[in-house]
């Protein structure tokens, strides 16, 4: 992956990532579906935005035509992938700052 569209990739995530815990309520989910853990359903509903998040920029990045976007390569999925886990353990520490405050 050319390592411009990975600072793009980043970038992205950088903002989402420091506003998703701030701006984000999630006392809804509760009220609606029985969740056992919150701190789970949050990490997984964070990290899903943030894969999509980075697909999407990949997305506009690579295109080669408006109607002719290339096809994402493995290698490439493997490294948003590898993106997004790096960032999940210090999410999973955000959200439990935030669930005791």
Do not use: C
């Amino acid at each position: 992956m050319d390592s411009e569209i990975r600072g793009f990739i980043e970038e992205s995530l950088d903002k989402y990532e420091e506003n998703a815990l701030t701006q984000e309520d999630f006392s809804w989910i509760a009220e609606l579906v029985p969740i056992v853990n919150m701190k789970d359903y949050i990490l997984g509903y964070i990290i899903g935005r943030m894969l999509t998040i980075a697909f999407a920029v990949h997305h506009e990045t690579t295109k080669t035509l408006l109607i002719f976007p290339k096809k994402i390569k493995d290698e490439d999925r493997m490294i948003i992938g590898t993106i997004v886990a790096r960032r999940a353990t210090e999410v999973y520490s955000r959200i439990e700052q935030r669930l005791h405050q």
